[in-house]
Nanobody, 125 residues
Framework: QVQLVESGGGLVQAGGSLRLSCAAS????????MGWFRQAPGKEREFVVA????????YYADSVKGRFTISRDNAKNTVYLQMNSLKPEDTAVYYC??????????????????WGQGTQVTVSS
């Protein structure tokens, strides 16, 4: 049984930083794609960033390029999302997700098989 547990959300002022963590368990994840999505109130869940676990290749939404960085720690089975220069429009619930089939389109939320419970990020202006 795959489990994804996010942590690290909170309240931060605009321009600040947060680091989210996603602890994965239940499988060997070196053939998975791990993604972060976010959902703001009244909006659809949108793609933020993804990483191919075995190669480390990363993919970013245009809105976060240059500000957010995804990484993984193989020993800890954990994926991180470092968020810098945060803006009020980054406010959302952030979800960690796992694609076990290495699907080519990383930005499509329907391609992910497992989801965490989400962690709230609030950026004040």
């Amino acid at each position: 049984q795959v489990q994804l547990v996010e942590s690290g959300g909170g309240l931060v002022q605009a321009g600040g930083s947060l680091r989210l963590s996603c602890a994965a368990s239940g499988r060997t994840f070196n053939t998975y794609t791990m993604g972060w999505f976010r959902q703001a109130p009244g909006k659809e869940r949108e793609f933020v960033v993804a990483i191919r676990w075995n190669t480390g290749i990363t993919y970013y939404a245009d809105s976060v390029k240059g500000r957010f960085t995804i990484s993984r720690d193989n020993a800890k089975n954990t994926v991180y999302l470092q968020m810098n220069s945060l803006k009020p429009e980054d406010t959302a619930v952030y979800y960690c997700a796992a694609d076990r089939y290495f699907r080519p389109v990383v930005g499509d939320r329907t391609n992910y098989d497992y989801w965490g419970q989400g962690t709230q990020v609030t950026v004040s202006s």
